[in-house]
Structure formats: structure tokens, C-alpha cells
């Protein structure tokens, strides 16, 4: 053997040794792999057998055809017994055999719901596996419910998102196929979802939207109505025209690869509104915003079985807020809330005007369905509360106000230097909260998860990455609702309750900011009424509130909490294009200050001394404040802060004259969620 061939064997060898060695490590990763996934069934199913398995049986059991058949009739009430609306008939008509089910509409809500409805067993594997990667890898949550799990949520379970629903889910919708064919299952759920507007079922959808029997519906038709089941409250034809035609689209796209199909996309659906023909309820039309509210919280929760319902909504204190809406002069509209701090239940919402369509109970409610731009108003909740949760600070922080290349100016173009942060928040200065948000940003906090922790639910992946946030300047904005949840979990020691309008129901509970930071961020707000933005409130009783404006004027925000109440108000237009102006001391306060006397809240502070005291000797978790103070000192010219640093008098004039020649401002820029870089006001 010569030594070429010589090396040609080793090397020979030598590669054979390599892949013998990636061989045998994959077929080990492939077996330790399969062993984790055998011990994770193995421990799902003792946990399954332990927590659920008697529950899922009890249901499945007990399951009758009648449980997925809504009710006829529901009554509404007032917290004082009084009745707020009554449903009856709660359906007009129906799909009455699973023969009358139209190819388009089959075609059309498998397309769009579960494309693999006949196929699967009530749980479809892949779509959990491709909904599991795409909310790893990306903002946007999927969900992977089959049209039988949604039947089933629909029927035995809320619209609470914890896996302890989702693994019921799972399970009994395993128990609802082994029940009723697939027919059925797609039957009773065309019958039972939810269309917006108090229709239910594609058979009164298909009479209230177009007009006209399920049977005669077009495939764009179709698609339209299906296209709400995804999200009712955000794309609801009447107020979200363009999210559903966006949705309506996507829907075809699919029955066309799914069935051969070739249905334009470039149609613009056209609505045959019938509101007469779902005239089913009885009400009264000076509490509109009360009821449209209630009938959308009943479907959230999936309780329109339910043939009584409590609600916690004050009937004098409804028909009073929504009489100042009605008084406000077109085009301004407005958004108003009032929830009990002692529960975090809702006791007063609207948010439209009684002459919007006769007063309908299917008018635009910009209290939870409308997202405003919401200026200030979002500070405390955003920048001084997190601020506060995470920095070892209390309201006498010393911070510097003043302005830089791409800082947001003041509304009245003035500085004010060094102040603590208490009078930063009394006297909304932009500059300090936005420094504050940016400083937090770079030191790897991300505020907005405290608002993802309170469902606001209009947050935009743009979002994350503007700083513009931090006073105000969202891709979409919040609704009166949100505002005024997140400022009652400041009133409730940082505690976020999901608000809710039904008595009887216990809504989630979440530990949003420390009980400190809730107490510092009250203490913060509790001048702006008194010395402040707000300050021809003038309260007769504690409060802590905040002010917001947005560019020129076209939305004013106030919101605040005593101890008793948290109160969330909006006032602007639907269109910033009309002629019209409003201010945080205007209108908004006006409103605001009505409602407060009205409600004659209790005068005792937000926080008892005891409790204060109680807070303040607990042991907190907060990051060492010392590189905050070194920003903001920085910040400061040198003459203000030499009392500080020396007291030697050549080294003061040094440093007085080096001021001239040395900046020490910050190049931050400040981006808009639309990707502008510009100044704010």
C-alpha cells in the first residue's frame, strides 16, 4: 500500500467515525427526546385523572341535546331590581335540520373556523402545534379551537383564557363527538354563535345584516357574516366595516384553495340592515350605553342561558351620565365610566349620544368599543407606576426638566428644572416621563406588559418600540373602559380586576403593580386636582386624577379615583379632520366634576394612614435608584448642581464657565408608532 492510499483509508475512516458519531447523537436526542414527551403524557395524564377527570365525566354524563339549544326569554335587571331589558323571542329562526345547511354556509365556516372539522375527533392536533409555535415566535396569538371546542366553550364554560378552561375544553368536546354526529355539531353551532348586535345564529344574522333567508347568501355574504364569529366587539359590519371586509377576504382566500373556488376578493360587501327584524328586546332608550354594555359582557361570558341577570348598574347614575353626553354640542361625542372601587364591578357606561339612531342599543358604544389616543392620561399607569415598581424612589425624587434634540415639549413650551416628581405629574411635564419611560426601556424593563397584565386590548406591535408611548402616542389608543380599570387597580393596592357589569360573576384578579408603587402613584396624582392640570375640579374630597390632551386639541382625557369610585372620561370627535377643539379644562372637566358631586363619594383618603403605614414597612424588591438620579443630575446645568458636588469657590467658577463649552443633554430620538422621528406635544 502506497502512502496515498494509505491516506485515502484514513480518511476514509476517519469520516466514517464522524458519522457514526452524528448517527448515534441523533438517534439519542431522538430518544431522550421521546422520553421527555412520553413522561409529559405520562404526568398530563395523572394531572388530567386528578383535577378534571370528574368534572369532564359529571359534564359529558349529564350532556343533552337541549344543553347546546338556546333559551328563549332573558331579563335584565338594575343593582335596585328595577328591569333593564327583556329578551323575548331570543331567536326568531333557526337552522332546523342539518340537511338545510347550504353548501356556501358549510363551505364558508369550515373555510374560516375548521378547515379540518370532518377529520378530527373535537380536537385538531396540528392547529394546537402550529398555534403553540406561532405564540413562541410571535407577538400575534393564535388560538386552535375546532368548531366543536367552541360549541362546547358556548355551552358549559366562560370565555376566560386559563388552560384550566382550555383543558375542559379539550376534553369535553372529545365527550360532545362521541355524543352527536358532525352534522349536528356544525348545525347547533350555526345556530348558538354570536353575530354582535343581539343576533345570534346565521339564520337571524343572515334576516338583520342582508335582509334575506341563510339559504340565499353568496359566498362574499357568507364570509362577511362568519367573519365577525372571530371577534364580534372589533369587527361588527355596522362599526368596523373595514376589519371585517379585511377578515371577509382572508375567509375566501381560503374557501378558494380549500374548494377549487375563484371568488373575488375586490368586492366591497354590501349591508341590508334590518334593524326591525331583531326589534326583540324591551328597554328603556335613556340607558342605552348601560344595556349595549351588559348585552356584550353577557356574551364574554358566555351566559346567554342565563333567563336572569343582575346587573350592577346604577340606573339613576346611568341615566344621569348619559343626559350629559346628550347635552354635549356636535360633533364632540364622549366616553364615560364609573366603576366601584369596593368591587371593581361597572356602575355607569356610555359612550354615544341618544339622538345616534333613535337611541339603539346597536349604536357605536366608544366607552369600550371605540380606542381613543389618550395623551397624559396614561402617565401614571405607564410611566410613573412603573417607575415606582421597579426603582427603589418615592414621590420626592428629584428629576430635571428640560428639553433636547427629539424630546417632547411641554403644552406650554416652558421648563421648569429641577422638581421632584410629584410636581413633574401635578404639572404633566412631558419631558420627565418621557425620559423616565426611555430610561427604563434602555435598563430592559418593558412597561407595556403592565398594561397587557390590565387587557388593554388595542396595544399595536408597533407599539413596543415607540417611545412616544410614554405620553400618549399609540398606534390605536384605549378605551374609557381600560383607562378607568387601570386607574381603579391603582385605587385597589395595585390589584387589576377584569371589569364585568354582572353582579354574580367573579371576574380574574391580577397583582399588577406592588402595593407600594399603587400607594406612591396615588400620592403622585393626589396635587393634580388641587394645584395642577385639574385644579378648577376642586374636590371637596380626596382625589388623585390626571388630565390628557392629544395634538391640537382633538381628544381630552380625565381620569381619576377616589376612594370609592374610579371615574374614566373622553371627550373629542369621531373624526380629527372636523372643526372643533377641546381642552382637559373644558368640557371633560365639566363632566367630570358633575359626576363627582353626584356621586357624593366618601371623605376619607385613598389610602387610611394605617394602610400607609402597613405598605410602606413592607420589604419590596426595587432596583438601586442611584444610576437614575446620576441621569437626571446630568441633565442639569452645572450651576445647580454644584452645591452638591463642591464647595470650593475656583472649582465652582470652573465649572460654571465650562458649562458654555460642554453639553450634557442626551440625543434621544423619539419615534412614532407610524415610524416618524418628530417632536411631541
Same mark, same amino acid.
Given at each position: 500500500?502506497?502512502?496515498?492510499?494509505?491516506?485515502?483509508?484514513?480518511?476514509s475512516?476517519?469520516?466514517?467515525?464522524?458519522?457514526?458519531?452524528?448517527r448515534?447523537?441523533?438517534?439519542?436526542?431522538?430518544?431522550?427526546?421521546?422520553?421527555?414527551l412520553?413522561?409529559?403524557?405520562?404526568?398530563?395524564?395523572?394531572?388530567?385523572?386528578?383535577?378534571?377527570k370528574d368534572?369532564?365525566?359529571?359534564?359529558?354524563?349529564?350532556?343533552?341535546?337541549?344543553?347546546?339549544?338556546?333559551?328563549?326569554n332573558?331579563?335584565l335587571?338594575?343593582?335596585?331590581?328595577?328591569?333593564?331589558?327583556?329578551?323575548s323571542p331570543y331567536?326568531?329562526?333557526?337552522?332546523?335540520?342539518?340537511?338545510?345547511?347550504?353548501?356556501?354556509?358549510?363551505?364558508?365556516?369550515l373555510?374560516?373556523?375548521?378547515?379540518?372539522?370532518?377529520?378530527?375527533?373535537?380536537?385538531?392536533?396540528?392547529? !394546537?402545534?402550529?398555534?403553540?409555535?406561532?405564540?413562541?415566535?410571535?407577538?400575534?396569538?393564535?388560538?386552535?379551537?375546532?368548531?366543536?371546542?367552541?360549541?362546547?366553550?358556548?355551552?358549559?364554560?366562560?370565555?376566560?383564557?386559563?388552560?384550566?378552561?382550555?383543558?375542559?375544553? !379539550?376534553?369535553?368536546?372529545m365527550?360532545?363527538?362521541?355524543?352527536?354526529?358532525?352534522d #349536528?355539531?356544525?348545525?347547533?353551532?350555526?345556530?348558538?354563535?354570536?353575530?354582535?348586535?343581539?343576533?345570534?345564529?346565521?339564520?337571524?344574522?343572515?334576516?338583520?345584516y342582508?335582509?334575506?333567508?341563510y339559504?340565499?347568501?353568496?359566498?362574499?355574504?357568507?364570509?362577511?357574516?362568519?367573519?365577525?364569529?372571530?371577534?364580534?366587539?372589533?369587527?361588527?359590519?355596522?362599526?368596523?366595516?373595514?376589519?371585517?371586509?379585511?377578515?371577509?377576504?382572508?375567509?375566501?382566500?381560503?374557501?378558494?384553495?380549500l374548494?377549487?373556488?375563484?371568488?373575488?376578493?375586490?368586492l366591497?360587501?354590501?349591508?341590508?340592515?334590518?334593524?326591525?327584524?331583531?326589534?326583540?328586546?324591551?328597554?328603556?332608550?335613556?340607558?342605552?350605553?348601560?344595556?349595549?354594555?351588559?348585552?356584550?359582557d353577557?356574551?364574554?361570558?358566555?351566559?346567554?342561558d342565563?333567563?336572569?341577570?343582575t346587573?350592577?348598574?346604577?340606573?339613576?347614575?346611568?341615566?344621569?351620565i348619559?343626559?350629559?353626553?346628550?347635552?354635549?354640542?356636535?360633533?364632540?361625542?364622549?366616553?364615560?365610566?364609573?366603576?366601584?372601587?369596593?368591587?371593581?364591578?361597572?356602575?355607569?357606561?356610555?359612550?354615544?349620544?341618544?339622538?345616534?339612531?333613535?337611541?339603539?342599543?346597536?349604536?357605536?358604544?366608544?366607552?369600550?368599543?371605540?380606542?381613543?389616543?389618550?395623551?397624559?392620561?396614561?402617565?401614571?399607569?405607564?410611566?410613573?407606576g412603573?417607575?415606582?415598581?421597579?426603582?427603589?424612589?418615592?414621590?420626592s425624587?428629584?428629576?430635571?426638566?428640560?428639553?433636547?434634540?427629539?424630546?417632547?415639549?411641554?403644552?406650554?413650551?416652558?421648563?421648569?428644572?429641577?422638581?421632584?416628581?410629584?410636581?413633574? $405629574?401635578?404639572?404633566?411635564?412631558?419631558?420627565?416621563?418621557?425620559?423616565?419611560?426611555?430610561?427604563?426601556?434602555?435598563?430592559?424593563?418593558?412597561?407595556?406588559?403592565?398594561l397587557?397584565?390590565?387587557?388593554?386590548?388595542?396595544?399595536?406591535?408597533?407599539?413596543?418600540?415607540?417611545?412616544?408611548?410614554?405620553?400618549?402616542?399609540?398606534?390605536?389608543?384605549?378605551?374609557?373602559?381600560?383607562?378607568?380599570?387601570?386607574?381603579?387597580?391603582?385605587?385597589?393596592?395595585?390589584?387589576y380586576?377584569?371589569p364585568?357589569?354582572?353582579a354574580?360573576?367573579?371576574?380574574?384578579?391580577?397583582?399588577?403593580y406592588?402595593?407600594?408603587?399603587?400607594?406612591?402613584?396615588?400620592?403622585?396624582?393626589? #396635587?393634580?386636582?388641587?394645584?395642577g392640570?385639574?385644579?378648577?375640579?376642586?374636590?371637596?374630597?380626596?382625589?388623585?386624577?390626571?388630565?390628557?390632551?392629544?395634538?391640537?386639541?382633538?381628544?381630552?382625557?380625565?381620569?381619576?379615583?377616589?376612594?370609592?369610585?374610579?371615574?374614566?372620561i373622553?371627550?373629542?370627535?369621531?373624526?380629527?379632520?372636523e372643526?372643533?377643539?377641546?381642552?382637559?379644562?373644558?368640557?371633560?372637566?365639566?363632566?367630570?366634576?358633575?359626576?363627582?358631586?353626584?356621586?357624593?363619594?366618601?371623605?376619607?383618603?385613598?389610602?387610611?394612614?394605617e394602610? $400607609?403605614?402597613e405598605?410602606?414597612?413592607?420589604?419590596?424588591?426595587?432596583?438601586?435608584?442611584?444610576?437614575?438620579?446620576?441621569?437626571?443630575?446630568?441633565?442639569?446645568?452645572?450651576?445647580?448642581?454644584?452645591?452638591?458636588?463642591?464647595?470650593?469657590?475656583?472649582?465652582?467658577q470652573?465649572q460654571?464657565?465650562?458649562?458654555?463649552?460642554?453639553?450634557?443633554?442626551?440625543?434621544?430620538?423619539?419615534?412614532?408608532?407610524d415610524?416618524?422621528?418628530?417632536?411631541?406635544?
Open positions: 500500500m502506497n502512502y496515498g492510499d494509505y491516506l485515502k483509508m484514513k480518511k475512516r476517519v469520516a466514517r467515525k464522524i458519522l457514526r458519531k452524528v448515534n447523537f441523533i438517534l439519542n436526542t431522538i430518544v431522550i427526546v421521546l422520553f421527555i412520553i413522561l409529559l403524557i405520562i404526568g398530563f395524564y395523572f394531572y388530567y385523572q386528578v383535577n378534571y368534572y369532564v365525566d359529571e359534564v359529558v354524563e349529564n350532556m343533552s341535546y337541549e344543553d347546546f339549544v338556546l333559551q328563549d332573558q331579563t335587571y338594575f343593582s335596585n331590581g328595577e328591569q333593564m331589558l327583556l329578551y331567536q326568531k329562526e333557526t337552522i332546523t335540520s342539518t340537511s338545510e345547511i347550504t353548501d356556501v354556509i358549510r363551505n364558508t365556516t373555510a374560516a373556523e375548521d378547515e379540518r372539522f370532518y377529520s378530527h375527533n373535537g380536537v385538531d392536533i396540528k392547529s !394546537i402545534i402550529r398555534a403553540a409555535i406561532s405564540n413562541l415566535t410571535s407577538s400575534n396569538v393564535q388560538g386552535a379551537s375546532t368548531i366543536t371546542q367552541q360549541l362546547t366553550k358556548l355551552t358549559y364554560l366562560s370565555n376566560e383564557k386559563t388552560y384550566d378552561r382550555k383543558i375542559k375544553e !379539550i376534553f369535553i368536546a365527550g360532545v363527538e362521541e355524543r352527536l354526529d358532525k #349536528e355539531i356544525l348545525m347547533l353551532y350555526l345556530n348558538r354563535v354570536y353575530f354582535y348586535n343581539g343576533v345570534y345564529g346565521i339564520a337571524d344574522a343572515s334576516r338583520f342582508f335582509n334575506k333567508s339559504k340565499d347568501l353568496t359566498y362574499d355574504e357568507a364570509a362577511s357574516l362568519i367573519a365577525i364569529i372571530n371577534s364580534p366587539t372589533k369587527l361588527d359590519p355596522i362599526n368596523h366595516y373595514e376589519d371585517n371586509q379585511a377578515r371577509k377576504n382572508r375567509i375566501i382566500e381560503n374557501i378558494n384553495r374548494y377549487d373556488k375563484d371568488i373575488s376578493t375586490n366591497d360587501t354590501v349591508f341590508d340592515i334590518n334593524e326591525e327584524y331583531n326589534d326583540t328586546y324591551t328597554y328603556s332608550t335613556d340607558t342605552t350605553g348601560a344595556i349595549s354594555y351588559a348585552l356584550y353577557i356574551e364574554q361570558n358566555s351566559l346567554e342565563a333567563s336572569e341577570i346587573t350592577t348598574i346604577d340606573y339613576d347614575l346611568q341615566v344621569y348619559e343626559s350629559l353626553v346628550d347635552e354635549l354640542n356636535d360633533p364632540l361625542e364622549a366616553a364615560v365610566v364609573v366603576i366601584d372601587n369596593n368591587t371593581g364591578k361597572v356602575l355607569a357606561i356610555d359612550g354615544s349620544k341618544s339622538s345616534e339612531d333613535g337611541g339603539s342599543i346597536y349604536s357605536l358604544n366608544r366607552a369600550y368599543q371605540s380606542p381613543r389616543q389618550t395623551g397624559s392620561s396614561i402617565k401614571p399607569l405607564l410611566d410613573y412603573v417607575v415606582f415598581d421597579n426603582y427603589d424612589i418615592d414621590t425624587f428629584e428629576v430635571y426638566d428640560t428639553g433636547g434634540t427629539n424630546i417632547p415639549s411641554n403644552s406650554n413650551n416652558t421648563h421648569l428644572g429641577k422638581i421632584t416628581i410629584k410636581k413633574a $405629574v401635578t404639572n404633566s411635564v412631558n419631558t420627565i416621563a418621557f425620559r423616565l419611560y426611555s430610561y427604563m426601556v434602555d435598563d430592559g424593563i418593558v412597561p407595556l406588559t403592565y397587557e397584565k390590565m387587557n388593554f386590548s388595542y396595544l399595536d406591535e408597533k407599539d413596543y418600540s415607540a417611545l412616544a408611548v410614554s405620553i400618549g402616542g399609540f398606534t390605536y389608543g384605549a378605551t374609557a373602559l381600560e383607562m378607568a380599570s387601570g386607574y381603579a387597580t391603582l385605587a385597589n393596592s395595585g390589584i380586576r377584569q364585568t357589569a354582572i354574580d360573576l367573579d371576574t380574574d384578579e391580577v397583582r399588577v406592588s402595593p407600594l408603587a399603587a400607594y406612591l402613584t396615588t400620592d403622585a396624582l393626589s #396635587e393634580v386636582a388641587i394645584y392640570t385639574a385644579k378648577k375640579l376642586n374636590p371637596s374630597v380626596p382625589l388623585s386624577c390626571k388630565t390628557g390632551t392629544t395634538n391640537d386639541n382633538k381628544d381630552a382625557w380625565l381620569c381619576g379615583y377616589t376612594k370609592d369610585y374610579s371615574i374614566a373622553w371627550v373629542g370627535a369621531d373624526s380629527s379632520n372643526s372643533y377643539s377641546v381642552k382637559s379644562s373644558g368640557e371633560v372637566l365639566t363632566m367630570f366634576k358633575s359626576i363627582l358631586e353626584y356621586l357624593d363619594p366618601v371623605n376619607e383618603p385613598i389610602y387610611s394612614d394602610e $400607609v403605614e405598605i410602606t414597612s413592607r420589604s419590596y424588591t426595587r432596583r438601586d435608584s442611584t444610576d437614575l438620579s446620576d441621569y437626571f443630575k446630568a441633565l442639569m446645568p452645572y450651576s445647580e448642581t454644584i452645591e452638591e458636588e463642591t464647595t470650593d469657590e475656583t472649582t465652582i470652573d460654571i464657565i465650562d458649562q458654555n463649552i460642554i453639553s450634557t443633554e442626551p440625543n434621544i430620538e423619539i419615534v412614532y408608532p415610524g416618524s422621528v418628530r417632536p411631541a406635544n
